[in-house]
């Protein structure tokens, strides 16, 4: 699962920051993977989204346009096309209308929003218009003016800052920024990968299934009170998209480690894309490490390093066999009190008690807590749910030692 599941061999682990700017004599930086690159790799899934008729739109040079972003000298080529069915979910102009919205909203001060008007006059309206009735010139129109004033804006910057700041004076991303981001890194890199995710044995350890976005920020993020000097494990983190999601929303230090080498390829993907594409937005990073290798392997040496510094750790064992779970609470053994783990099973029989015979077991150490989640919280069903919240609590053994 997703956080996934776990075995074989190890390799050395990436890490990213956001990559630093280069020397005017440097060669070119590496610039983020476009949305036009996306849909010119793969035409025939889209189309023009100002011709009713499904006609050539690769030769429409008209359909070709960039979108400035908060950072200095970052804009994306986007080609305002939409899915030619409706079971496609990359939605080129929806993710344009999207972009406008959440830059206005996070970015923009008062005057500046002034600048660009509002849902009801200025440039803000005729974003809202044009795309609506369909009209391509003066939705084009629209955008260059909008950018034309985002380009003002980054210019008047003074030299110490390399972007527009979050106008909510927050230095980290909200959640609906936070996913949007993500969302756009996940349509550039893992999206036309998904077949490969699912190549595993069934009833396995390896079954593959996420963590979704909602659980992630409301029942990792806010329950247990991640903030830029956590430290955070994933044990499983498949394509890292929870690991992703805590780092940008928090700036901690995200660790995860995948057993499936495809899994791990594909979040090595996300995690590049992930820095150019944060800098882009002119957010912070946080400290991002992925590591191919088994978890239960005593060999990790890094991986025990940071368990033993974990603050959260996060496993998706619901589909994991007892054998697993148990070498899980050996792990355990590392943490240090007060660290918190979120589970979908929980580590600890209802019926155990702690007494003279059983204060020397692993699971004697954890506190649990069985709480609710709601539908959409994970991949592989709609249904409410429970996960569990265990605590290192070893003052409760004191009297037994």
Known sequence: MSSSVKRPRSESPVTATA???????STPRRRMLSSAAVVKASPSLYRSFFHKDPVDWTHDARLAIELEYPAKDCREAFV????SQESQEYSPVNELRDTFDLIYSEFLTAEQKKALGDTQHGIMRKLIKHRNRRELEEYVDAIEQWNNHLRTWKELL???KSALPLSTGRRHPSYALASHILDQIYSRTAAWHVDKLNQYKAFSNYVYGEINA??????????TGLRSKSVFVDLGSGIGNVVLQVAAQTGCEAFGIEAIETRVKLAKRMLKEYGLRMKAWGLPTGKVHFRQG??????QKDLVAMMRRADV????????DSATNHGLLQLF???KEGAQIVSLKSFVNKNHTINARTFHLPESILQVQELPYYSDAVSWSNQD??????????TRLARYT
Do not use: H, M, W
């Open 313 to 320: 750790v996060v496993v998706n064992n619901y589909a994991f």
């Open 158 to 160: 003074p030299d110490t």
């Open 214 to 223: 909602s659980f992630i920020n409301k029942e990792i993020i806010q329950r």
């Open 19 to 25: 990559p630093a700017a280069k020397k005017a004599d």
């Open 294 to 299: 088994d978890f239960l392997d005593g060999s």
């Open 80 to 83: 305002l096309v939409c899915p």
């Open 385 to 394: 749910g429970v996960f569990y919240l265990s605590t290192v609590n070893r």
């Open 333 to 335: 053994l590392d943490l």
